[in-house]
């Protein structure tokens, strides 16, 4: 069922389109299955849930972290992970940053973009993105690669295209300016129920965890 969902996925990703497995509450043997099947990339929300599967998994596929960084997991998630997409604060950039010299590492990093203003929820305003992705770029161990966002809506995808919209015009806009040290290489945005409507928008990397492993118990 998993290979055949992801290979499904992977049939419909236009090139260049990236697929992460969202793989919060599977088993190391689901993700397993999803590695065969040709996926290439993990995302895991909690550190203590990629520590826990890691070991059975190792680098035969990439880390991503998709969930939100306490500062005190930071140094945990520099040996696990290969690019943290959450990045929302100069905060966390500087103790990424320590912690990946101390690591003798560079981490990858994207911006995460709150592209639907809510309070609650992490990631800069759109008006910060630049500003941060700047600062970022000063880190020596951090390499700045694009912009994350999750939109607002769980309901109806089209509710989450002008979203998308918005994080594809800020990130065509930082690459236009082409900052030394920052590469907009990736944009992720899409899920499940959005990945469509996300690739349509342009993201270059879809976070899929439902479709692929079925619905979390
Ligand atoms: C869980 C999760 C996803 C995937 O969600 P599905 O609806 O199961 O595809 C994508 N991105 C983030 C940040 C998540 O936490």
């Known amino acids: ?22 793989a919060k509450t599977r088993t190391s043997s689901e993700i397993l299955e ?4 040709g996926v290439r990339i993990i995302g895991e929300n909690y550190v203590q849930e990629a520590a826990d599967v890691f070991p059975a998994i190792g680098r035969r596929a990439r880390w991503h972290f998709i969930g939100h960084l306490q500062t005190n997991k930071v ?17 966390l950039g ?3 940053d320590k912690r990946a010299t101390a690591a003798g590492k560079t981490m ?6 709150n592209s639907g203003r809510e309070p609650q929820k992490a ?34 995808p089209e509710d989450s295209r002008p979203y998308f919209k918005e ?7 930082l690459k236009a300016l082409a900052l030394p040290g920052v590469e907009m290489r990736h944009l992720s ?15 270059t990397m879809v976070r899929i965890g439902t479709a692929l492993f079925g619905p979390r118990t």
Do not use: C, Q, Y
Not at 108 to 113: A, G, T
């Open 108 to 113: 990858e990093v994207l911006v995460e973009v």
């Open 94 to 96: 500087r103790e990424i």
């Open 34 to 37: 999803a590695l065969e099947a």
């Open 167 to 173: 994080t594809r015009r800020i990130w065509d806009a």
């Open 123 to 156: 990631g800069v305003s759109p008006e910060e993105a630049e500003p941060l992705v700047r600062a970022l770029a000063g880190f020596p161990n951090i390499r700045v690669l694009g912009l994350m966002t999750m939109g607002p809506f769980e309901g109806d």
């Open 75 to 91: 140094k945990k998630a520099v040996e696990i992970f290969d690019l943290v997409e959450t990045v929302d604060s100069l905060e």
């Open 1 to 22: 069922m998993i290979a055949a969902n992801v290979k499904a996925i992977l049939g419909e990703l236009p090139p260049g389109v990236e697929l992460v497995a969202a």
């Open 189 to 203: 945005m899409g899920m499940t129920n959005s990945w469509r409507v996300a690739v349509e928008e342009g993201a």
